[in-house]
């Protein structure tokens, strides 16, 4: 089977988040749960996408193909990715699997792909909630800063969303992850408005889920969902760029459609090998 190294959210190398991809593209279902962690542990990226395709619904070739799409962090199975997705249907229309949109089947609904001419694509994702919420005890501790802001983007992506001081705050964090670890499902994101738009950014985030084994995500597609809406009120603007990391760094372009979040970016493919016939 083949398998495949993505940096999603880039155009370069060495770049963005990279995403396991593996397509199981003779199966009608997937392996054993556990056979699809230990893949995912064995590559030890935050995130591997294991994808296989389903009947098409509709007729003709304008029908939309369907794929049956999951998740796994090196520790656990996850609800919503936006990075691994972008990754597979990078794969998908490199491979000449597909060659328009792609509709995934996922945890979280159907999920489409889209293409663009430039080689990007824009994925629509549900919009996360932006929930009022007390800011855990112990959370400025773990962070280490102030938050201006705190609110929980719902149970589907599970995470705190927190407004720090500066651009500044954010490229400096140093958490305790493992405080971290113990406040939320998932973790954190922390974000704040870009010093210098000029620069070709609006605002600025980095995002830490120890509690799923993930100690920082370097570009993290789940958590626009939740970065659009709050940025987009407060900047005034339904389409917005952000930029998140910190060793690593990729841009997410979003786009707010009420309850639906487009999210666009480029992908590359930086490893291209073959999984081995396991016991």
Known sequence: MKIRTVDAFTTTPFHGNPAGVLLLETATAFPPAPWLQHVAAE????ETA???PLPTPGAGPE???????RWFTPTTE?????????ATAHVLRSTGL?????????????LTATPAADGAHTLDFPTAPLLPTETPTGLAEALG???LTVLYTGDQVGDYLVEVRSEKDVR???PDLKALAALSRRGVIATARAEDPSQGYDFVSRCFFPAVGVDEDPVTGSAHTALAPFWSDRLGRAELTGLQGG???GTVRTSLHGDRTHLTGHAVTVLDGELLPTP
Do not use: K, Q, Y
């Open 63 to 69: 029908a939309t193909p369907l794929w049956a799409l």
């Open 172 to 174: 400096a964090l140093a």
């Open 247 to 249: 060793r690593r760094t």
């Open 145 to 147: 800063t102030e938050p």
């Open 43 to 46: 590559l030890n990226l935050s």
């Open 98 to 110: 597909t060659t328009g949109p792609v509709d995934f089947s996922t945890r979280s609904g159907i």
């Open 78 to 86: 996850v609800d919503m990715c936006g990075h691994a997705t972008l």
């Open 50 to 52: 294991f994808a296989h």
